[in-house]
């Protein structure tokens, strides 16, 4: 693991916290060395704090995704604006923890994206159920549901012609709407599929997550296809 975060006590103490939970831990104080370490020794996670002298965190994860790297990232911010939760999910982060945080969330989180980047055996498609059609073509997992088509296998989803630049978490989540679709899941259950962890009803996670996906995937003048049941979740349908 990479650890990026230039406030020292915090770098110390959460270095401190993850070599006890039992990870191998690089602590860096920069945005340059990040890079530099990422480029020598490529983690399995990285763990980076936003606001960095120098070169920033999301400095650090734009410069790793433009060069094909799809390490998960965990993002330490100090900002707590929807906007800016956003600004680090376009920069291709997968998740996010707002300072100050609880050392436990931490750890909830990176095995929620270390469990989702561990290799899982591919099932054989079952027969189509509902409005989902799932099928093997030229040996990949196809999904489709209202209009859009995910390839599983090789991690790309269109709506009509028109692909998708999802993140890691963003990808996982349509996956589960499109299994879904037309059902409509609480919050706990997303939670529990995507990030292993059911962070409460004050989490604003996984709205950013849901209002993030919608810009992706909403057109001009198409029918929106994930909805907002209020007080329950969230559901996918072409209305």
């Known amino acids: 693991?990479?650890?990026?975060?230039?406030?020292?006590?915090?770098r110390h103490a959460l270095e401190r916290a993850l070599t006890l939970e039992g990870y191998e831990v690089t602590a860096v104080a920069d945005g340059v060395?990040?890079?530099a370490q990422a480029h020598t020794n490529p983690p399995d996670v990285l763990v980076l704090d936003v606001?960095?002298?120098?070169?920033?965190?999301?400095?650090?994860?734009?410069?790793?995704r433009a060069e094909g790297d799809r390490t998960p990232i965990l993002m330490l911010t100090a900002?707590?604006?929807?906007?800016?939760?956003?600004?680090?999910?376009?920069?291709?982060?997968?998740?996010?923890?707002?300072?100050?945080?609880?050392?436990?969330?931490?750890?909830?989180r990176l095995r929620a994206?270390?469990?989702?980047?561990?290799?899982?055996?591919v099932a054989a498609p079952g027969p189509p159920e509902g409005p989902v059609r799932e099928a093997a073509q030229a040996g990949s997992r196809q999904l489709e549901a209202a209009g859009l088509r995910m390839d599983l296998q090789a991690r790309r989803a269109w709506r009509g012609r028109r692909e998708l630049e999802l993140t890691r978490t963003e990808f996982e989540l349509l996956e589960l709407l499109v299994r879904?679709?037309?059902?409509?899941?609480?919050?706990?259950?997303?939670?529990?599929?995507?990030?292993g962890y059911d962070f409460g009803p004050g989490s604003k996670n996984l709205a950013v997550y849901v209002g993030y996906l919608r810009r992706k995937l909403d057109?001009?003048?198409?029918p929106q296809l994930i909805h907002t049941v209020r007080g329950v979740g969230y559901v996918l349908r072409e209305d």
């Not at 679709?181 to 990030?195: F, K, N, P």
């Not at 057109?219 to 198409?222: I, K, L, S």
Request: net charge negative; glycine share 6%; hydrophobic share 50%.
């Open 1 to 10: 693991m990479l650890l990026a975060e230039d406030d020292r006590a915090i």
């Open 33 to 35: 060395e990040a890079l």
């Open 51 to 64: 606001m960095m002298p120098g070169i920033d965190g999301l400095q650090v994860c734009r410069v790793l």
């Open 79 to 108: 900002l707590v604006e929807t906007a800016d939760r956003i600004a680090g999910l376009d920069a291709g982060a997968d998740d996010y923890v707002v300072k100050p945080f609880d050392v436990e969330e931490v750890f909830a």
């Open 113 to 121: 994206l270390l469990r989702r980047t561990s290799p899982a055996p």
């Open 180 to 195: 879904n679709a037309g059902i409509v899941l609480d919050h706990s259950t997303i939670y529990d599929r995507i990030w």
């Open 219 to 222: 057109e001009p003048g198409a």
